[in-house]
């Protein structure tokens, strides 16, 4: 029965023969010809083949309940678009019989099976030559009895689909009985009817939904006065609820695009059948029409991601999908006119598109990655309130768990491995990915910065995909954060600051995942207190060294450099302070004091004495591990380096007992300190904004120039106040020598001496002179009895004597030029860097720093910085061990 049916849809459908159409005068004639043929041939087949009688007799049933039926009419196309209706009705009420006659029929009995048996096909599946047959009753049904009818401007027009379009569009008129807007009803409600079957829905939907959605729009929502409304209020709200619940039975994503062409578009050229077809503008009413049923299908479960899947599926990945990416975030960033509320809009949308961040597939990755990231910039920079309060926080809310969580309600596990990668991974996409450093962005990272370095510590010492996010995030934020805001953070991530928003060492941990990720779990009580104070010790050794590796990486950033010089700020302030703390101490009346007083004097004199060590451990990490070009690459940053150690020679001058007073080790590091100074001021070209920048200078030098017991240091700091002062106006003939000595206050003395006895032959300024071989006391050995290695393998000697005696030997080659020490110049500066760790070895350096530097001059001026600073370190050291 259903091929009998389909034979005559087959007889109905067939097209015209050739020696016909030739006849014709036109194609509108020729079409008109072929639909009134085609329906006659019909009409007597089914009166006189044998074979179709039951499709006849199902036809006249189909015809005597359809209240639409208009009977015999002069008008051809729509008597063939009545019979096509009528066929297509007999076809769907055979196959909804078949079907009910096949589930209510009982299972063949189990001898009658076999394994090998395939399941009985139900009766509504189809050929592939039915479908055809039936794909093209359905192509004259839609072009013939719907798209003729639509308004203009009301889905994509048929001539701009294909030629046969054209011809159709000039063979129908509009002016017609029964009226277009009833045509247009009949033919729309049955295609609603055929499509209650599944398998032909399926043919419906898949080729004709624009159209379908079209008609239903037009009859349930076009405005028309009372008088010239084509349907009844109840028709209307029919197709109102029609469209409703097909908008919601079909795949999302198709409805969306639909939807979307129904909107209009710009104008485009482009041939009529391409893909570049114009669009029409669409009525005004349409238009709110869509826009509201497009948000109410984004505001549905997953209608972000159908929205997506809508305007990029298809897509291969070019320039043109990414800007689609970008139009896609615009509009899910934007709260529609239609929402009651943004904060429910903002509520229901942001969790979408954070689930957009982890799909797998790469293309599909690539893409949704892409909406999810800028959509998210985008919230954050127009919505920051919402964005903060429904994107960012649950983004982040595994990271504050690891802050926020306690041992009594996570006793075991507090963050799974899972939630942490996910949320570390969202991170990195967003904020690093994304690269857009908004203030909210960079304040919301910055609540969780803590977290993310101690979980970077932590994968430093095992193996975990999840180090190169963390380290990258770090340094993004480290980057383009302000420094006023950066240099707080390091302070706390160095342990220079109390801890905060961190993981709560005493209770929870890091430990390893089992997918190569990292999860947070309680900590067991540890019963060994020198194990734990270990512990304790080594991982804050361990995250000094972490942060001073990222600050490596920062290689075209001032910041390691303003945390260095922050760090001697501090150091100086304390040097300052130094006495006042001593005769605090010293006027305590422990006697007159209670135990709890006491004890709050001890704790917190343990507790400044531990702060002054972290930071000394901190300066002295820095300068080991980072170069000097990455500590001082400015001007200004050497200038306040400078400003820094003279603040700390300048401590105490006025007083008895001050602490640079008579110690030799630091008159050598002042020396090379202003050295240093000479060497920047007899640069050939200095720029006025460089000497602007030497004028914090001027006090300190001014107060060494007029109290320090040296007369040698208060010569050099009057004169290199001169030049300051002057911008280079005054320039004294012992800044040549100061720049050359580098320091050295024998070398100085010297020069000092000979100036005052009136020698002749004086250094022009501006000019480096060459120093004088020093005469060769006879205590020293021959250099030339051993080679050069051996005498640099005896300077890594254990024994101080045996060191000391080795370093001034080198020393002395390196001063005379000799051939080996030229041609090891690197080892000879490796040695010098390594024998800076006591005070004897030290002294030798400072001695010898000239002869090396004579020959050496470019390496030495860049290791110059970090020998002045392991100087200062080492005696503030020795101070506290006083």
């Known amino acids: 029965m259903t091929s009998e049916i389909l034979s005559a849809i087959n007889i109905l459908t067939q097209p015209l023969g050739a020696a016909e159409a030739s006849a014709q005068t036109s194609q509108q004639e020729a079409l008109h010809a072929a639909l009134g043929a085609n329906k006659s041939v019909l009409l007597e087949r089914l009166r006189s083949d044998g074979r179709l009688q039951r499709a006849a007799r199902m036809r006249d049933e189909a015809k005597g309940e359809a209240d639409w039926y208009g009977g015999e009419t002069d008008d051809v196309t729509w008597s063939f678009v009545q019979e096509c209706l009528l066929l297509l009705l007999t076809l769907t009420r055979h196959l909804t019989e078949e079907l009910k006659r096949f589930q209510e029929a009982p299972p063949p009995s189990g001898s009658l099976r076999t394994p090998e048996m395939a399941p009985p096909l139900p009766p509504d599946v189809l050929s592939v030559s039915q479908q055809k047959t039936l794909g093209a009753a359905l192509q004259f049904v839609v072009s013939l009895g719907v798209c003729p009818y639509l308004s203009a401007g009301v889905g994509v027009p048929l001539g701009r689909r294909s030629a046969f379009g054209s011809v159709v569009e000039k063979l129908i008129g509009r002016e017609t009985s029964p009226p277009a807007g009833r045509r247009l009803l009949t033919t729309t409600r049955v295609l609603l009817q055929v499509a209650e079957r599944a398998t032909l829905a399926t043919l419906v939907f898949s080729r004709h939904l624009g159209d379908v959605m079209a008609a239903l729009c037009q009859l349930g929502y076009e405005p028309h006065r009372e008088d010239r409304r084509p349907l009844s209020s109840e028709e209307c709200r029919w197709c109102k609820e029609a469209l409703r619940n097909l ?38 009413w349409l238009r709110r029409l869509c826009g509201q049923l497009l948000s109410e299908r984004l505001m549905q479960p997953s209608g972000v991601q159908a929205v997506v899947r809508a305007v990029l599926e298809g897509g291969t990945g070019g320039d043109s999908d990414w800007r689609k990416c970008d139009a896609v975030a615009r509009i899910l960033a934007a709260c529609p006119q239609q929402s009651a509320s943004a904060d429910g809009y903002f509520r229901l949308v942001c969790p979408q598109i954070l689930d957009l961040l982890h799909f797998r597939d790469k293309l599909t990755a690539q893409q949704f990655q892409r909406v999810a990231t800028m959509a998210a910039l985008s919230m954050v920079q127009e919505r920051p309130a919402f964005a903060q309060q429904y994107l960012l926080a649950p983004l982040l809310a595994p990271l504050h768990r690891c802050i926020t969580a306690s041992a009594e309600d996570h006793p075991h596990v507090a963050v799974e491995e899972s939630d942490l990668t996910r949320c570390l991974e969202d991170v990195y996409k967003i904020w690093v990915v994304g690269n857009s450093p908004s203030p909210t962005l960079l304040a919301a990272l910055q609540d969780v910065l803590p977290v993310i370095f101690t979980l970077f510590c932590f994968t430093k010492r095992s193996v975990s995909h999840l180090r190169a996010p963390c380290q990258e995030i770090l340094l993004w934020f480290l980057k383009l954060s302000e420094t006023s805001a950066a240099l707080p953070l390091l302070r706390q991530l160095s342990g220079l600051r109390e801890r905060r928003n961190d993981v709560a060492a005493a209770a929870f941990h890091f430990t390893a995942g089992g997918d190569g990720g990292v999860r947070l779990v309680c900590r067991q009580a540890c019963s060994d207190a020198d194990e734990e104070l270990y512990e304790k010790l080594s991982g804050e050794q361990w995250r000094l060294e972490c942060l001073v590796q990222l600050l490596a990486q920062l290689s075209d950033s001032d910041l390691a450099g303003d945390f260095f010089l922050d760090l001697l700020q501090e150091l100086t302030g304390w040097a300052a302070a130094l006495d006042e703390e001593l005769k605090d101490e010293e006027q305590v009346d422990v006697a007159a004091m209670t135990l709890l007083e006491v004890e709050q004097q001890l704790l917190g004199g343990a507790e400044r004495r531990a702060e002054k060590l972290t930071l000394l451990q901190a300066l002295a990490v820095m300068v080991e591990s980072l170069e000097q070009e990455q500590l001082l690459r400015k001007t200004s940053q050497v200038v306040d380096f400078m400003v820094s150690l003279l603040q700390r020679a300048c401590v105490g001058l006025d007083g008895a007992s001050a602490p640079g007073v008579g110690n030799l080790v630091e008159s050598q590091t002042l020396s090379m300190g202003m050295g240093l100074v000479a060497t920047l001021l007899s640069a050939p070209q200095i720029s006025a904004e460089d000497y602007s920048c030497m004028s914090k200078l001027l006090r300190p030098l001014e107060a060494l120039s007029q109290q320090h017991p040296d007369v040698v240091v208060q010569e050099l700091a009057s004169n290199l106040r001169a030049v300051i002062a002057t911008h280079g106006a005054f320039r004294p003939e012992s800044l040549a020598d100061a720049a050359r000595c580098r320091g050295n206050p024998d070398e100085m003395t010297k020069s000092s001496k000979a100036r005052s006895e009136g020698r002749s032959q004086q250094t022009p300024v501006g000019r480096f002179p060459q120093r004088p071989s020093p005469p060769s006391s006879s205590g020293d050995p021959d250099p030339s009895n051993k080679p050069l290695s051996d005498w640099l393998l005896e300077a890594c000697d254990l024994d101080v004597p045996t060191r000391a005696v080795a370093l001034r030997v080198v020393t002395r080659m390196v001063q005379r030029r000799h ?49 002045v600073s392991s100087a200062a370190n080492f005696t503030l050291k020795t101070q506290r061990r006083k």
């Open 819 to 867: 051939p080996e020490a030229v041609q090891a110049q690197e080892k000879v500066l490796t040695v010098r860097r390594r024998l800076t760790d006591s005070f004897i070895t030290f002294l030798l350096v400072v001695q010898g720093y000239q002869g090396i530097s004579s020959a050496l001059p470019g390496p030495v001026l860049r290791s110059t910085v970090r020998l």
């Open 247 to 284: 908008l919601g039975k079909v795949y999302q994503p198709i409805v969306v695009k639909e939807l979307l062409v129904l909107q209009g578009g710009p104008k485009q050229s482009g041939p009529a059948g391409s893909s570049r077809a114009a669009l029409g503008s669409a009525p005004a």
